[in-house]
């Protein structure tokens, strides 16, 4: 059974940072992209960022650009996204989700989530 279990999340402040594990099962991870997608109440799920199954192609929203990071170790399963300098904006539940087409806006599957806020 494939599956995704994203962990990390919490109350951090303005300025700080967390690191996101999206750590997964049931399928070899190396053949698959990971996306990173966020979703705040009221609002539509935003792409957030994504890396290829190789590791050797990432993207990222105009808005997370040069704060976060995405990275992988397909040895470990486990795909992380690094995330500095937080603003009260990134406060969303975070998701992963795993395509083995490549970077998509809908992959195929998806972890449960995991909660980030920004707050003083």
């Known amino acids: 059974q494939l599956q995704l279990v994203e962990s990390g999340g919490g109350l951090v402040q303005p300025g700080g940072s967390l690191r996101l594990s999206c750590a997964t099962s049931?399928?070899?991870?190396?053949?698959?992209?990971i996306g990173w997608f966020r979703q705040a109440p009221g609002k539509e799920r935003e792409g957030v960022s994504c890396?290829?199954?190789?590791?050797?192609?990432?993207n990222y929203a105009d808005s997370v650009k040069g704060r976060f990071t995405v990275s992988r170790d397909n040895t470990k399963n486990t795909v992380y996204l690094q995330m500095n300098d937080l603003k009260p904006e990134d406060t969303a539940v975070y998701y992963c989700a795993a395509d083995d087409f490549g970077c998509d806006d809908d992959p195929d599957y998806w972890g449960q989530g995991t909660q980030v806020t920004v707050s003083l």
């Open positions: 890396i290829s199954s190789s590791g050797g192609d990432t």
């Open positions: 049931g399928f070899t991870l190396a053949y698959y992209a």
